[in-house]
């Protein structure tokens, strides 16, 4: 599968703009698209013009597919007007589940998307991954408001880990922190990590057809 990660600047005066041409790109693809899996855009409640957005496909035949289509077209047009700057990171996907339902969000919703990187120690890269798995696996199989839980590695930097997880809500999240899953996740980890950074974001479109286990 392949994963990306994009970080996007946009002119604020073309806020409608960018989110009726992103939202008919990520809904069109979900729907029309067999090969795209998953596509979610987000943007930073405390700076705007900030977006994220994530994105999973079956492989490199899919995201062909995908880039030829008009309605991601009518994105890479809007996308020249628009945006003011843009990152692309290219990841390496070591987990991803989700709940088996289709996820749609289009208007404004409590869903609430997080984005969080990791930097585990030279060494601790088997015992995170082993860690991680146990707490997401059952976290999206237990706990109703836990939606999505991805993790993937930098594919130019492999001990940097990149997580995106949708909870139904803020009480969601907070309930997801309390259960004994998270906590021992938390105790297996405490000493590979080296570094976090934690993004609570705000969805704009967030799609996925549920196929990822």
């Known amino acids: ?13 073309q806020e409608q703009y960018y989110n009726e041409v992103g939202a008919n790109n990520l809904t069109t693809s979900i ?23 994530f994105e999973v496909y ?20 809007m996308a020249g007007k ?9 990841l390496v996907p070591q987990l991803l589940v989700e709940k088996p339902e289709r996820l749609l969000v289009n208007e404004p919703s409590a869903i609430e998307p997080h984005l969080v990187f990791v930097d585990v120690k030279p060494g601790g890269e088997e015992a995170f991954l082993a860690a991680i798995t ?3 696996r059952t976290a999206v199989e237990v706990e109703p408001g836990v939606l999505v839980m991805y993790a993937a590695t930098m594919a130019d ?4 880990w990149v997580f995106w997880e949708v909870y139904a809500n803020a009480e ?12 021992d996740y938390i105790a297996a980890t405490d000493d ?12 704009d479109t967030l799609a996925s057809k549920g196929s990822l286990r």
């Open 1 to 13: 599968m392949i994963t990306r990660l994009f970080k996007l600047e946009r002119d604020m005066s």
């Open 31 to 53: 729907e029309v698209e067999p090969g795209t899996l998953a596509m979610y855009a987000t943007h930073d409640p405390d700076d705007p013009k900030t977006c994220y957005v």
């Open 58 to 77: 079956a492989d490199d035949d899919a995201y062909n597919t995908h880039v030829s289509s008009p309605h991601f077209k009518a994105f890479g047009e």
């Open 82 to 90: 628009v945006l003011t700057g843009r990152s692309v990171y290219q």
């Open 134 to 136: 146990a707490n997401m």
């Open 157 to 160: 930097q492999p001990s940097r």
């Open 172 to 183: 969601a999240y907070a309930a997801h922190r309390d259960t004994q899953h998270f906590k």
């Open 192 to 203: 590979l990590v080296a570094d976090k950074e934690f993004h609570v974001l705000t969805p």
